[in-house]
């Protein structure tokens, strides 16, 4: 099979950029972290002292941007911008400037564009409902917001960035309620979407129960 997508939608926290890379890892396919390019673009924006309402200028400046996806890192303008784009800050801006119809539009676009033809892992908000509704597996994964938190803390702390755990519930919290309430594209999950509740499960549990979903998909042995 030449193409095969598989959606893994879900809120901040969840387990799904970890999940997703060591998925795309065993099994040798592709992997594409939208979250990251959501951040990249708010930060650009943010750097160009653009509000959400300023949408004429953010129009104008989406089309002068080069955002590129190499070797599972984000180039702004040709510039690594990893560093840049996993703070709490950055989070945030990525939800303030997603709820806009032309930033996701602009993004979807793009995000359709590098799975064609392709195996790849796709990870973020509105996989499976908008940007591959006909992924040949959707998967929504969850966690209680106690442990969400605990795992973004873990996630900054090992990058060496020292914040307080109040810091990150208000973030957790304002992401949820942008993502969930926004007009354009909301988190929820499809209606072909396979729930998994990760709280009290491993990563290699979430990862080996998702791989055999997909092997079974493919027509392959299953473990």
Not at 31 to 57: H, Q
Not at 79 to 84: A, G, P, R, S
Not at 173 to 185: L, W
Request: charged share 35%; aromatic share 6%; net charge neutral.
């Amino acid at each position: 099979m030449e193409e095969f997508h598989v959606a893994i939608d879900g809120p901040a926290g969840s387990g799904k950029t970890t999940v997703s890379k060591l998925l795309s890892k065993k099994l040798g396919f592709d992997y594409l972290d939208t979250g990251a390019m959501y951040r990249a673009i708010g930060v650009y924006l943010n750097s160009l002292n653009l509000k959400p309402d300023d949408v004429d200028e953010i129009e104008k400046a989406l089309g002068k941007v080069r955002l590129e996806y190499r070797d599972g890192k984000i180039y702004l303008n040709g510039e690594d911008v990893e560093k840049f784009i996993r703070t709490p800050q950055a989070g945030i801006l990525a939800s303030d400037f997603a709820k806009l119809p032309v930033v996701r539009r602009y993004l979807t676009e793009m995000q359709r564009k590098i799975c064609r033809g392709r195996k790849i892992i796709v990870d973020g908000r509105d996989i499976g409902t908008v940007v591959l509704p006909n992924a040949h597996l959707k998967i929504f994964l969850t966690a209680s917001f106690e442990e969400r938190v605990r795992r973004r803390m873990k996630e900054l702390k090992e990058k060496g960035m020292n914040v307080s755990r109040e810091e990150i519930e208000e973030e957790v919290r304002k992401r949820d309620t942008q993502d969930s309430e926004r007009e354009t594209a909301p988190l929820r999950r499809a209606e072909d979407a396979i729930e998994i509740d990760t709280t009290n499960l491993t990563i290699e549990e979430v990862v080996s129960r998702i791989e055999n979903m997909i092997l079974e998909k493919l027509g392959r042995k299953v473990s």
